[in-house]
């Protein structure tokens, strides 16, 4: 069972422009929601997390939006560089310190 | 600061073999946790080690095993391997009994091929 839904599969953004993505989840139990970052080759870098008692949470051009009673998440990307195309993956954290990841989202960025 | 390693990073074995993959977690981290990640998919938990004791176990089946030793470093040992069983398998660190448990930090992976 899937229990981290993520979309889009792929996205194509300009140099300059916002990226988006959404994530939704069904266990209430998560507790924390950290996004990664990964790169042909590499493991998954931490981007951002947020736990569920905050709404928002920006970190330079990175800011993850958080509706608890939804019980979705995003990650908005803004100021989009080329440098930034890879596949992103958010993720919940459940029983255990147990990450459960979406199906990630690859993100290509047009100079 | 020492990141997470893991060796080695590519591996090549036949249907029923076995495979012993390693890594060492990052300076001043007590946990480990191993994930396999099928290609184009997400990372899926396999389990965690946390003193040397297995702390928590995903959907996998008892032919992955794992062990944690003294020094933290940890090893995921795979029986009757499958052609399934191919993937990216990432090896993940954090510290538990402080609020930095939150952070996991991945290492590179090993890219298990079983032909």
């Known amino acids: 069972q899937q229990q981290v839904k993520q979309s889009p599969q792929s996205l194509i953004v300009q140099k300059g422009g916002i990226s988006i993505i959404n994530c939704a989840y069904e266990?209430?139990?998560?507790?924390?929601f950290p996004w990664y970052q990964q790169f042909p080759g590499k493991g998954p870098a931490l981007l951002i997390a947020?736990?569920?008692?905050?709404s928002e949470k920006k970190e330079g051009r990175f800011t993850i939006s958080f509706n608890k009673s939804a019980k979705q998440f995003s990650l908005h990307i803004m100021d989009s560089q080329p440098g930034d195309s890879a596949t992103y993956f958010c993720?919940?954290?459940?029983?255990?310190?147990?990450?459960?990841f979406g199906g990630g989202t690859r993100l290509m960025v047009k100079p | 600061e020492t990141g997470v390693t893991q060796s080695p990073t590519h591996l090549i074995k036949t249907r029923g073999q076995q495979v012993t993959l390693r890594c060492s977690s990052q300076?001043?981290?007590?946990?480990v946790s191993w994930y396999q990640q099928a290609l184009g998919q997400g990372p899926q938990f396999i389990f965690q080690?946390?003193?040397?004791?297995?702390?928590g176990r995903g959907n996998f089946p008892p032919r992955f095993s794992g062990l944690q030793f003294p020094n933290y470093s940890s090893e995921l040992n795979v029986n009757a391997l499958e052609l399934d069983d191919s993937a990216l398998y990432l090896c993940?660190?954090?510290?538990?009994?402080?609020?930095?448990?939150?952070?996991?930090?991945f290492g590179p992976g090993t890219r298990l091929t079983v032909l």
């Open positions: 300076s001043g981290h007590n946990t």
């Open positions: 266990n209430t139990a998560f507790d924390y």
């Open positions: 947020i736990r569920p008692d905050v």
């Open positions: 080690y946390y003193r040397e004791e297995e702390n």
């Open positions: 993940a660190s954090s510290l538990a009994g402080t609020s930095s448990t939150d952070t996991q930090y």
């Open positions: 993720a919940a954290r459940g029983a255990g310190n147990m990450l459960t």
